[in-house]
């Protein structure tokens, strides 16, 4: 099972766009299912999560652990996604702080 697995640091005031750019499963490659989970260090992110044209979340305040997600509990979102689509996980820091952001999306490749 293809995985990304990414550990960003976002400064204070900051957004990345897509904590998932430049990997080599940021788009599908074939029919797939995705399983994301996700974690910040602190309280006071934000994160969204988009698959190709669908929101899969609007913007939520991430859960708090020192850790990565442990699967398949902490994976809350699992979505479908067509062959071109592009996985995007959008994380705004508003704090005074830097902030991390823990984050593995689990690929399921579908005939």
């Given at each position: 099972m293809p995985s990304i697995i990414r550990e960003t640091s976002v400064a204070a005031g900051i957004t990345n766009e897509n904590i998932f750019s430049g990997?080599?499963?940021e788009f599908a490659r074939s029919n797939q299912i995705v399983s994301v989970g996700m974690a910040q260090?602190?309280?006071?992110?934000f994160a969204s999560l988009q698959a190709g044209p669908q929101i899969v979340a609007e913007?939520?305040?991430?859960?708090i652990l020192t850790r990565y997600p442990i699967q398949p509990d902490e994976f809350y979102f699992n979505m479908g996604m067509a062959v071109g689509d592009r996985l995007v996980l959008r994380y705004r820091n508003?704090?005074?702080g830097a902030l991390?952001?823990?984050a593995i999306a689990n690929i399921t490749e579908v005939a």
């Amino acid at each position: 099972m293809p995985s990304i697995i990414r550990e960003t640091s976002v400064a204070a005031g900051i957004t990345n766009e897509n904590i998932f750019s430049g990997s080599a499963y940021e788009f599908a490659r074939s029919n797939q299912i995705v399983s994301v989970g996700m974690a910040q260090s602190a309280t006071g992110g934000f994160a969204s999560l988009q698959a190709g044209p669908q929101i899969v979340a609007e913007e939520f305040s991430v859960p708090i652990l020192t850790r990565y997600p442990i699967q398949p509990d902490e994976f809350y979102f699992n979505m479908g996604m067509a062959v071109g689509d592009r996985l995007v996980l959008r994380y705004r820091n508003p704090t005074g702080g830097a902030l991390t952001l823990r984050a593995i999306a689990n690929i399921t490749e579908v005939a």
